[in-house]
Structure formats: structure tokens, C-alpha cells
């Protein structure tokens, strides 16, 4: 069965870091894009990152972009998500999500991901 888990959430205060992990089981991540995604209460679901198959290429949202490092270890069969200087506005679920058979990043749009994890709870507050 193929799935998705992220770990690595958390409560971290302004300035502070984490990192998340997206692990894959029931498949090799091998050949699958990856994209983190995160949905605040009240709000959409937000792209926040995309890494292509190799870890060769990532993209990034504006309001994350020099904070936050998608990488890949398909060794391990896992992706991560390092946030750095976290903002109380970074307060979101983020999630993990697959795109099979897609060699590039494969953007930051949510209709382009056909596999999810179940999402990590962040919350950056003093």
C-alpha cells in the first residue's frame, strides 16, 4: 500500500528551526516528484516547495524562499523540509505529496500531486 508520512512537526518559538521528513512506504520515491504544501486554519492549501527525482532541482514560495530547504534522500527513501527563522505565520499543517513518473520539480500547484501524506502540525508562537 502507498503511503506518505511526515513527521518532525512541532511547537517552536520566532526564529527557531525544524525539520520535517516525508517517508515513503509501499514504494520507491525513486522516480516520483515531490511537493510540501501547507494549510493554515481558515485559509488554502499553500505550495511551499518542490523537488524533482534527482534532488537536482527545487522550486520555493515567495514567503519561504532563503528560509526553507527541500532535500532528498532516496537512499532513504525520504524527503525533507528544513524551515529555518520560522515566522508565527508559518503556523500551518504541511504536507507531503507525490507526483509518480515526473523527472522535474513539478511546481507548486496541489492538482498536480496524486498521492498525500496525512500532514505534520507546525506552530511557531512565543
Known amino acids: 500500500q502507498l503511503q506518505l508520512v511526515e513527521s518532525g512537526g512541532g511547537l517552536v518559538q520566532p526564529g527557531g528551526s525544524l525539520r520535517l521528513s516525508c517517508a515513503a512506504s509501499?514504494?520507491?520515491?525513486?522516480?516520483?516528484?515531490i511537493g510540501w504544501f501547507r494549510q493554515a486554519p481558515g485559509k488554502e492549501r499553500e505550495g511551499v516547495s518542490c523537488i524533482n527525482t534527482r534532488g537536482g532541482s527545487t522550486h520555493y514560495a515567495d514567503s519561504v524562499k532563503g528560509r526553507f530547504t527541500v532535500s532528498r534522500d532516496n537512499a532513504k527513501n525520504t524527503v525533507y523540509l528544513q524551515m529555518n527563522s520560522l515566522k508565527p505565520e508559518d503556523t500551518a499543517i504541511y504536507y507531503c505529496?507525490?507526483?509518480?513518473?515526473?523527472?522535474?520539480?513539478?511546481?507548486?500547484?496541489?492538482?498536480?500531486?496524486?498521492?498525500w501524506g496525512q500532514g505534520t502540525q507546525v506552530t511557531v508562537s512565543s
Open positions: 509501499g514504494f520507491s520515491l525513486d522516480y516520483y516528484a
Open positions: 505529496a507525490a507526483k509518480p513518473n515526473y523527472y522535474y520539480c513539478a511546481g507548486l500547484g496541489a492538482a498536480q500531486y496524486d498521492y
